[in-house]
């Protein structure tokens, strides 16, 4: 059995008061200052404890972050002056995709580290689109991992990068043909990506790279952010290079094990290029998820390249021209994948897929489209305390300035230290890690190589709803009343 | 069967070996009311400084929001829990138009807007507590049928819910003697020469564990299930000694850690059940942290307290259908009167899982669909692992009934039923009848704020053991309060079956022609009219 592969989390507490879901409670007249006062029995003690907070101890708001809504003391006050409503502060955070919810959930495993866990069954909506409309199998009775989750048997993460050959070569006395495989293997099937918006801080991309390290996975770095990197960091430091930038970074091309360029005429002297600094090196191609991947990767394929990063929007969205909105990465990449089986490509290719990427379960259900892996990008940041504005979405350069800075970012991420963030970004992908173990466990997998592709062993909406409800007749909603 | 013959019934097939004398609860629809100081309700009363007490609120409402009683020179706080809202203020008759100072404002309250989620509503916790309080069906301004999830139960209708299908379902069918119409169920279709076990309801409680809720609220469900007839469930982790006085209505159940399972367990009851899963963690076994393994569950479990305690999946002696067969054997050799039932989730061969079940020797197939779940889980597992429990109903249902099998076994379905219609949804679309857990809770005081495992546990004393939290709720109320909820389910369902013209809950069993499924986008007249 292979050493277990474990990361290390850290608790690590925010910086800044955490912006709560519930919380503002007003009060009514007429307090009566009784001694029994529902604020001395909150079971979590928040009113106590958030008072430090409280800006204007007179205000009739008290905000109140940590409450969970139990409504204890708005049903237990003595003469009922409690009201507690959901923070709208909290409601405008992020966007349609970057719920306020999905933020709040990735602030607290990078604090911790540890999985969500909660009681009460699910409480969020049927189904939605995109990764939303696909559930995972489990394994009834007989299954391989028997205690994965619990740790008496090993479910492995890691995944291989690069060409594999189908088969080997042999001369007639018995010396192999075939040249030597150029696998990577890293441990997590996640490579942590530049964030698609922002203008990218040097220390950023540090803490990708220290996190990177002690993942033992790969961060993507821009050629001018790769050079800080420690020598001992350099294996896991993918740099995104163009043709200018060879000539500043063979240093850190003859020691990294991958690089990225980005797709277009010159790609294929590019990658030539860089493999003859260093014949070792992986060369992905950084290319846009868009109608027109399948036929590209295939083409490229033929022209030997073997790795392929598809880079979808913020939303999972495919990248249109003019700016639309194509389909979501669980039908594109199901597509590039259905289009490398047939052409019995598959096996020779390596597919990353990035952007959307927001929740361990997207890790997974990616991987179950046909991803070998993801790239991480927006879920970094978030995990920094970012909430996703949604003034800094434009890619324009005014707005780039801007993000992250003391004057407009709530959490100031241009400032943030960089050990601080690495420990964030391994808590996050901790309980990522962990997650994924959940979903292969119960799903009788013993690695998560085996998830690629494995369609076999998701439900997904559109099929299952037409198996259990396409005998029912159907009507419009607008025929029942409200 | 009327209800005192099936009494009598269960009278008849007391199995000899539990001997513990058997407390009888009276079905008695009594009000419970919120057990809090303040009741929550969907819409707030303000009574500004200007109020001069003239008491013309007082005459106008008929719902008795305010109050003055006699001798009393103010009008006490509105009881603002039975304000209808809007409805209501937009009359002449309304308190807010009648007040001649204008010092009565109307507004949704915000406190009840917390309590929602998708799933459940701000309205379906309400009107659950409105039924639960009152043992009738809620008032129309509360949502008592559906959630808000948009998907599964909540895009299904009865065809007499909608418009255009009414000369099907004529409202007068409604009228017909409401008092012939039977709700009960077998749950015994093998014909092994084994008792018959009968419920008056086609509902009973899910299995929650010595621990994970506070003795009252197992004890309560307890007694609800003597006053209805039906049963609840031990969950994983023994069975208590104060549950021995209703052993005729106790599942008790069989899970992967075998924790607090001995031969007298089994022998003491009439339904023993094999957990292989949970809706709500599919999949991944169970967990009760170190701190929760207190002596007293430690001693019920027959483990060290302090130590944490794992539940594995699945059954290490079970590998195969063979296996699982075995051990149904073990549990009918050990009690000679007892049913099966086996519990697994719902994986895509669940249609699969469930022949197997039945050709091992199962009487009850109780399928826990990935949306339900009481305790904690994690939140990826509720989400994303095994399909709802919407879908595998028909999936089983039919492939039972192509196997020639379906009049042989019954069909539990469990995870996700909230209301009176999920459950006559479910067994629409094939399922015999229905298990709960989270509806019993938010009868109780629930409010869906997911906290059951966090520091002390359930801030509302629901799902705690912590002595202090535990005793915020009396064993009786918790008892009336699950009585009233099941009467209101039944009256509910018992209205559904005359609108539908059937006799008998069990008619409505696979009849998925009476359901519709809502669709966003056009469709053609021939669909409709399918």
Redesign the interface.
Known sequence: MPDRYHIHTVPMPPLFQRVGK?GNVDW??DCSRCSNCVKLRC??DVYRQESAYNRDPMTPLEPLDGC?????C???????L?????NPEFLDMGDDYWKPDILL?TWNQADTGR?????????????GPGFDS??????????PT??G??GREYISTSVDIGPKPLRLKFTADGKMLTPPSRLLEIQIPVILDMPAWQAQGAHLAGARIAAAKQLKTLAVAGAGDAVQALPKQLPFVMPLLATDDIGNSRDILESARMAEVRDGPDVLDLAATLNSINPRLLVAVRMPLSPAAADRVVELNRAGLKVFHLCADLHGREILDGGKRGRHIKDSLREVHGRLVKEGLRDEITLIVSGGIA???HM??AIICGADLVAVDTALLVALGCRVCRDAHPTGAESQDKCGSAESCPAETDAVDRGYAAQRIVNLMGAWHS?LI??L????IREVRRLRGEV??A?FMED??K???G???????S???A | MTTSEAVQAVEAVRPATSGWPQEKVAREIRPAPDRYRNAIGKYQVDRSAACASCGRCVEACVYGVHTKPAGYAFTLRPLDHLCIGPECAETAASCVSQCPRQALTVRPNPSAECMGDARWSSDLILSTWHQASTGRPAPPHLESRLGASGGGFDNLRFKFEVAGFEDQFPIAAAGAATADIDTGLDLNHRGDGRPQVHIDIPVYGGGMSFGSVSIHTILGKARAAVAWNSFSCTGEGGYPDRLKPYDDHMITQVATGLFGVREDTIQRVRIVEFKYAQGAKPGLGGHLLGDKNTPAVARMREAVAGNALFSPFPFHSVYSVEDHKKHVDWIKEVNRNCLVSVKVSTPTDVDMVAVGSYYAGAHIIHLDGSYGGTGAAPDIAKKNIAMPIEYAIPKVHKFLSAEGIRDKVTLIVSGGIRTAYDALKAIALGADGVVVGTVEMVALGCVRCACCESGRGCPRGIASTDPELSMLMSLEWATQRLINLNNAWREQMVDALARLGMKSIRELRGRSDVLCCLADEPVSAGEVSQ
Request: proline letters at 2%; aromatic letters at 8%; hydrophobic letters at 40%.
């Open positions: 519930f009514r007249e079971l979590y969970k809504a139990c409504l204890s708005v049903q237990g006050c003595t003469k009922g409690l009201n507690v409503s959901v959930t999985i969500p866990v909660s009681g009460a069954g699910y409480r969020g909506r049927f189904h696909i559930w995972t199998d489990m394994s009834e009775i007989v299954r028997r205690d989750i619990h929740l361990a379960e997974a259900k997650q959940e979903v466990g119960a799903m009788g076999g062993r439900i299952i709803e198996e259990a409800f005998d029912l007749c159907r009507v419009p909603r025929q029942v009343r």
